[in-house]
């Protein structure tokens, strides 16, 4: 019976998410995105691991910063979007959109999810039930359009929200309170809200992570998954809107929020 891979959700810098992915039978292990070395470093030290790869979603700085360190304390090998290689540390296997590879025995298919930055990508372990989406897909939010548009990123979240509902979505922030906040003034009558909001309560006044969650879940309670919610265009005065029409007013709320 193959053994399962062992993925740690790793808090950095203020309110960053790294993913230590660990295969137990081979020993090696892969990072997702490395906002800095040194938390990252303490974790390896901790349960005894190496640092075999390296995967970079984006290019801000704050899921990159450690590479470098990280790489010359392990020899790990790097992996990012072709697209992004000019603004990424230096990349010994460049990825696109479509592609797909094989770590640690699990295959992997990238997924590029432009809208936060242009030439974001997202990685799907389907034989895990995991996908790492960074800052494009959050928990209860997605993140700012710093580059891309409302089109490209309601696309990409289309994508997403299309994979099997009990994947787990691995983001790149503890922004899941906040987003709630957001939420609740757009979708207040939804239980399923209501519910999550409680357990993200109890989950932080616990010092845990809100992260991971189900995709069934984000499609349950994620205002940004769900512009066709009649309850949602009703409280945005939007009832004959283009879904598309509809999640760029919920983005431009929340970004005024």
């Known amino acids: 019976m193959t053994m399962p891979l062992e993925i740690i959700t790793l808090p950095c810098l203020s309110d960053n998410y790294a993913y230590l992915i660990h295969n137990p039978a081979s020993g090696e292990t892969a990072l997702v995105d490395a906002p800095e070395a040194g938390a990252i470093k303490a974790a390896l030290s901790e349960r005894g691991w190496g640092l075999d790869w390296i995967l970079l979603t984006h290019h801000h700085w704050d899921h990159v910063d450690g590479v470098a360190d990280l790489r010359d304390a392990y020899g790990a090998r790097v992996i990012g979007a072709a697209a992004d290689a000019h603004r990424l540390p230096p990349l010994d296997q460049a990825v696109a959109d479509g592609e797909r590879f094989s770590l640690l025995g699990e295959e992997v298919l990238v997924m590029d999810v432009s809208g936060h930055t ?80 409680r357990d993200i309560a109890s989950t932080r006044a616990a010092g845990r992570p809100t992260v991971p969650a189900s995709l069934q879940l984000e499609l349950d309670t994620n205002p940004f998954l769900r512009p066709h919610d009649p309850a949602i265009r009703a409280a945005l005065r939007m009832e004959d809107a283009e879904d598309v ?5 919920v983005r431009k709320r929340k970004d005024n929020f």
Do not use: K
């Open 118 to 197: 242009v030439g974001h990508i997202a990685f799907y372990l389907p034989g895990a039930e995991a996908v790492f989406t960074a800052d494009s897909l959050m928990a209860l939010g997605c993140g700012r359009l710093f580059e891309g548009t409302p089109q490209q990123m309601w696309a990409s979240l289309s994508r997403l929200a299309g994979l099997p509902p009990q994947t787990m979505v691995y983001s790149g922030h503890e922004y899941t309170q906040s987003n709630g906040a957001f939420a609740a003034t757009i979708d207040a009558d939804n239980p399923a809200l209501q519910e999550r909001l």
């Open 245 to 249: 029409e509809v999640f760029a007013e």
